[in-house]
């Protein structure tokens, strides 16, 4: 399970409360045993069952170049009449050495710099350093690298074109027809008991701790890129849940696995850890993770290939949240808030769900409680929207949280997991402190605290879709 308590500052808050109590998760992250799974409240992505929530998940994709090149910045693209082929040249290097790479050519050619389709162009004679401080940096947090045209051109300095908005490796992480990316049309068809659970999500907003937090320390995933030339480890497996038994299934997707050197996983009981190679195009993904004695190990996850045309869905019982939903389809990163859009649905955490036997498609599984069979519990795997109607802009709510509701509102919400409170998650910042790199919520949050920044989202203006929808 995930903690939904992520940071030190919302757990002071809420121990303040009236009546509050935070039970938080052991190493197993629940047991999957019925007793135990009324009374906690960590944020429950539960590996505990095999038979209904054995995994938790993670995943990324492939470089997906688009035929014409696209700009960011001052940067220009090709302005060639025929088609033009891209040579490799460099790759960037971390950490960034005395000396950069260097792309080099004959003649005057243009030459871009990035990964997944967002690149940077100049235009050089014969070399060019591969590095941010020559192009800027148009793909954070991804390994990058140089290519140039196969035409050369007279002129050193061709005539800039208008930037576009950068294209981040999260925009396609699975297949173009994923339901990830997929938008709600405006007339879709609700839920016939939407308006009842509408009222059962406020009821859980204000019944715990009457908010809905952001997760950024712990209960979210980290997310490391290895490029090609990362050395492999093999990961083990150790029973953090006291099975008494091994998993030969799980342990051969790990017995190579690219870890970066500055690699370490999610605060927390649950601690995540990603990784994810583009050129492999693979996904590993692991769950209550650590290093003894210089191994690495975890007590459940998965490895997933060919990401960049999956529908973004763990095969059962593998992955880490409890639906079998990968985290990187759903979690919200530092450069999508920068850049002012999120151009995925997003998972969100709720408390009080349906039991494990019903569950809503895209989910494959779930660790929804009921037992005394309340009524209108949310399944798992249940997508909603906010409506489209609504002004954002006018409203008077956080950047951050116009930011999220427009996604809400263009690709929906879809419930992922069980928490102590509803939550969603944002890529870990040890994605970027443990590169040296500072955590960028602080600042992209101005400093309001996780649990504030969604304060004033019209909550009760959201719309349930049906059971199963868009399920092809």
């Known amino acids: 399970m995930f903690n939904v308590l992520d940071d030190r ?35 429950s992505s539960d590996a505990a069952d095999t038979s209904l929530t054995a995994g938790r998940s993670y995943v990324k994709r492939s470089s997906s170049i688009p035929s014409t090149p696209t700009t960011t910045g001052t940067s220009t693209t090709p302005t060639a009449s025929t088609p033009v082929t891209w040579t490799r040249c460099a790759a960037e290097v971390w950490p960034t050495p005395a000396t950069p790479p260097l792309c080099s050519f004959t003649g005057t050619r243009q030459v871009r710099y990035g990964a997944n389709g967002a ?13 941010n401080a020559t192009f800027g940096d148009p793909a954070p947090n991804m390994p990058k690298y140089c290519e140039y045209s196969s035409e050369t051109t007279t002129s050193s300095s061709p005539a800039p074109t208008s930037p576009t908005v950068a294209g981040l490796y999260t925009d396609a992480v699975f297949s173009p027809t994923s339901f990830w990316y997929t938008p709600i049309p405006a007339n ?33 995933s980290p997310v490391y890129i290895a490029d090609s030339t990362t050395p492999t480890v093999q990961v083990g497996f150790w029973d953090c849940q006291n099975k008494g038994y091994n998993e030969p299934g799980l342990t051969a997707q790990w017995t ?102 019903a569950f809503s498609w895209p989910a494959n599984r779930s660790d929804g409680y009921n037992p005394q069979g309340a009524a209108n519990r949310i399944p798992e795997g249940t997508r909603f929207r906010l409506n489209p109607n609504i002004n954002v802009d006018a409203l008077n709510i956080h950047p951050v949280a116009k930011t999220i509701a427009k996604a809400a509102q263009k690709y929906g919400f879809v419930v992922w997991d069980k928490a102590g409170a509803i939550s969603i998650r944002v890529q870990n910042s040890k994605s970027y402190t443990a590169l040296g790199k500072a955590d960028p919520y602080p600042a992209l949050f101005n400093g309001t605290a996780s649990y504030a920044v969604l304060d004033g989202f019209p909550w009760d203006q959201l719309q349930f879709l049906p059971m199963n929808y868009g399920k092809p």
């Open 9 to 43: 500052t919302f757990v002071r808050k809420l121990s303040s409360l009236a009546g509050a109590t935070l039970l938080l998760a052991s190493c197993g992250g629940g047991s999957g045993d019925a007793t135990n799974s009324s009374t906690e409240t960590s944020q």
């Open 119 to 131: 690149f940077n162009y100049k235009t050089s004679t014969t070399s060019i350093a591969c590095d």
């Open 188 to 220: 879709a068809p609700l839920h016939a008991n939407s308006a009842n659970y509408v009222s059962e999500f406020l009821r859980q907003k204000n019944a715990y701790y009457k908010t809905v937090n952001i997760n950024t320390t712990s209960y979210s």
């Open 256 to 357: 190579a696995v690219p870890i970066p050197a500055h690699a370490v996983p999610a605060d927390g009981t649950d601690s995540e850890m990603t990784i994810y190679q583009p050129s492999t195009n693979t996904i590993w993904e692991f769950w209550v993770t650590r290093k003894v004695n210089g191994q690495w190990q975890a007590c459940w996850g998965g490895q997933m290939k060919n990401t960049s045309t999956s529908a973004g869905i763990w095969t059962n019982p593998y992955g880490t949240t409890a639906t079998g939903l990968p985290f990187i389809g759903g979690q919200v990163t530092a450069e999508e808030l920068n850049r002012g859009e999120i151009r995925h649905a997003i998972g969100i955490s709720l408390v009080d769900l349906e039991g494990h036997w």
